[in-house]
């Protein structure tokens, strides 16, 4: 039975379109979804999602900033996201006298809102088809490099003929690799203020220890508030600006959702690669995500050992490691998942049999001879400079190496005086715990570009080792003898620094070190094949992609993820990591007290959370069983941008916020596996819970509808 079932499964994997619960839609379409959707258990229908002539859910639903997702939970502009997507809000507003990381932050009333400035949030007004008018101009046989400037020109126009005489603000997005291309009519909000945040030891619980995992228990939520002009309109920041009164704002459910409960999420998944071939998977999974784990594993190394030491080193490397560490541990379960499920086999057998239908079709026919062609040139230099980007760029002192040669590069004195000043500025900073640091950033580099060099990626470096040094030596006496690291010597040049002077910066070894890197990774022929090769996948892709989709003209393929809004449904379920385990779909605030250690920073919990707990006090927001719920996962196909998106019921109430994905499915973004890929979401109840009875903002609660 179970070998039958695999099959099954691997067949369905075989074809290149959606598997079950894969797929991330395009509202305005999602009418070919609505029976699926039905099926699936939805009550509501597509219309009630995006409708272009009533207000929908879409107008509850925000991009916030260029990366995460927010929805409107009051007619006052008050808006949910995730406690890392507001991270740089709460840190940049707090001091030492009020640390609203580390103990949240509640304003009381509006005019204790905080703005944040730069912040943006983004609802989508309308979006329509423009593939005619963006393709206008262009044909099959004309020159990629050709096409992409009509192409370019064409958006223009279009996107300024749709908000003429209006303050949206539009953009064109191409689909399918530009096969077809969607208009976004947007508005565009800049005044955003802070309204809440729980602390860091509830919207950070777990911290890096149990990101990308599942069970999970991290309160990930923070609150924010859009304001508009006296119009309603966006404006810039005033204090005579008015909350804004959103189109819609979604209804919340208290109900909470079992195991094979329908759900939607509905946001803005940044990026994925649903329809590469095996090369493409082959470079990022088997070649470029080993460099890059093995080499953040030495910078984590050396970050992590220092942040055991004292308290303030372990600030200062807190938001650099949770950065280096996302990244580390997501490509590590990417791979893993590739492998596990022989992503490349199957690639490679998807190919076979576009080979076979593309015989008899000289459109189609030499194209993925050509793109193994043109991975075979791209390669070697995309793998080159993934170890630049993760070992030349590893330390502070190399990138300091960089200031350096930016400004030997400057022949212009007023800008080489700006741009000294600048670093004499940073060095004032930098020094300020230099003793401390300088253990931590002289063994990154030494230990990042020797790992470069025994792999061969820094031939430069042997004719550069002089006498008897061995490389290590070399590496060492770099360090200690360039400028960079002797303040006074450095800050002498500076202050006096002319572009005459350029000689005395290139006689500095870390200048000539990071001159050779650069010099060999960059060089104008491996750029020039870079570029070529690349504007070649994308004419290569464009096809294969077409002529897939004629492959199978009965099945609805959906458009990878490109930071626009997207609807992604299935149902909440939990899965088999491994032999031997099952993982229920949701945890409680009993996991919390499990996990709950004095000792280990990202254990801490809140006595006043701690004394909720002792007497059971969870209010209305207590599941059927009496346990207070903390978080669920689903089969919702997501990625990140979706962080902070909606988690909606079958009746379109939100009940819960999505954050993550479970590690052993973060193979998604390529390849969706229905029996691993899980998103996991901030069940609404405990995000409501700490609103209500941990922080005591009752006043926030008053503005949401909430469905008992
Ligand atoms: N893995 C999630 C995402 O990719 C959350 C990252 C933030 N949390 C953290 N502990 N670093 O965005
Ligand atoms: N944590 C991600 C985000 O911030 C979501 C994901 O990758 O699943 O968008």
Redesign the pocket.
């Known amino acids: 039975m179970k070998k039958i079932l695999t099959l099954g499964l691997l067949a369905a994997l075989l074809l290149p379109t959606a598997n079950a619960d894969e797929g991330m839609w395009i509202p305005m379409l999602l009418g070919r979804n609505q029976a699926a959707m039905q099926k699936a258990g939805m009550h509501i229908t597509a219309k009630d999602i995006y409708d272009i002539n009533n207000a929908c859910l879409k107008d509850a639903v925000i991009l916030f900033n260029q990366g995460c997702t927010g929805e409107f939970v009051s007619d006052q502009g008050l808006f949910l996201t995730n406690h890392?997507c507001g991270y740089y809000y709460i840190t940049s507003n707090s001091t030492v006298e009020h640390d609203y990381l580390t103990h949240g932050f509640w304003a009381k009333n509006r005019s204790e809102e905080i703005p944040c400035r730069g912040l943006t949030a983004t609802r989508l007004v309308r979006m329509e088809e423009v593939t005619n008018q963006v393709l206008r101009g262009v044909s099959d046989n004309m020159p990629e490099e050709e096409r992409e400037r009509v192409v370019k020109e064409n958006i223009v126009v279009v996107c300024t003929e749709a908000v003429a005489g209006t303050h949206y603000k539009a953009v064109v997005k191409p689909f399918y690799y530009g096969n077809q291309y969607f208009l976004y009519v947007n508005e565009v909000f800049t005044d955003v203020r802070l309204v809440g945040a729980p602390p860091s030891n509830i919207g950070?619980f777990g911290?890096?220890t149990d990101?990308?995992m599942w069970p999970r228990h991290t309160g990930d939520f923070s609150m924010f508030r859009v304001y508009a002009g006296p119009d309603g309109k966006p404006a810039d920041y005033s204090k005579d600006n008015q909350p804004y009164r959103p189109l819609k704002h979604l209804d919340i459910s208290l109900k909470g959702v079992d195991e094979g409960d329908f759900t939607f999420v509905f946001g803005y998944p940044g990026t994925t690669q649903r329809y590469v071939t095996h090369q493409q998977m082959e470079l990022q999974a088997m070649q470029e995500n080993p460099v890059r784990i093995a080499l953040r594993d030495i910078r984590l190394k050396h970050y992590k050992a220092a942040m055991e030491l004292t308290p303030s080193q372990r600030l200062k490397y807190a938001s650099k490691v949770?950065s280096i560490?996302?990244g580390w541990k997501?490509w590590q379960g990417e791979t893993q998942g590739i492998v596990r499920l022989k992503g490349i086999e199957q690639k490679k057998e998807q190919e076979r049999t576009f080979q076979t239908w593309a015989a008899d079709r000289p459109q189609y026919g030499g194209v993925l001879a050509e793109l193994d062609r043109t991975y075979g040139r791209l390669a070697p230099v995309e793998l080159e400079w993934t170890y630049f980007n993760e070992a030349v760029m590893a330390s502070d002192f190399m990138q300091r190496a960089n200031s350096l040669r930016k400004l030997a590069d400057l022949t212009d004195p007023e800008e080489a005086r700006t741009a000294a000043d600048k670093l004499i500025a940073a060095n004032e900073k930098y020094f300020s715990d230099f003793d401390q640091h300088t253990l931590v950033d002289r063994a990154i580099f030494v230990e990042t570009f020797l790992y470069m060099h025994h792999q061969g990626y820094a031939p430069y470096i042997d004719p550069m080792v002089k006498g008897k040094q061995i490389a290590e030596q070399f590496l060492g006496s770099v360090y200690d003898q360039s400028m960079l690291t002797h303040r006074d010597k450095m800050d002498k040049l500076l202050k006096k620094y002319t572009p005459k002077q350029a000689a005395e910066l290139e006689k500095d070894p870390a200048l000539k070190l990071f001159r050779a890197a650069m010099e060999n990774a960059y060089t104008d022929d491996k750029e020039r094949t870079y570029d070529y090769n690349k504007q070649q996948i994308a004419r290569l892709m464009r096809t294969y992609v077409r002529g897939m989709m004629q492959q199978y003209p009965d099945s609805n393929f959906f458009p990878d993820a490109n930071l626009t809004l997207r609807v992604a449904y299935g149902h909440v379920k939990g899965f088999r990591p491994h032999d031997g385990v099952y993982y229920l779909p949701y945890t409680t605030l009993d996991g919390i007290m499990e996990k709950e250690d004095p000792n280990v920073y990202d254990y801490v919990v809140e006595p006043r959370l701690k004394e909720l707990y002792r007497l059971k006090d969870y209010g209305r927001y207590a599941n059927r069983n009496g346990e207070l719920p903390v978080g669920f996962i689903a089969t919702n196909h997501t990625t990140?941008g979706n962080?902070g998106s909606p988690v909606l019921n079958a009746d379109g109430q939100l009940v819960g916020i999505n954050?993550?994905r479970c590690w052993e499915g973060t193979m998604s973004d390529l390849l969706f596996d229905p029996d691993y890929c899980r998103n996991i979401c901030l069940d609404i109840r405990y995000c409501l819970f700490i609103i209500d009875k941990f922080a005591g903002a009752h006043h926030l609660i008053d503005e949401m509808t909430i469905i008992q």
Do not use: L, T
Request: hydrophobic share 30%; no cysteine.
């Open positions: 890392h950070k911290g890096d990101n990308w949770a560490a996302n997501k990140g962080s954050f993550d």
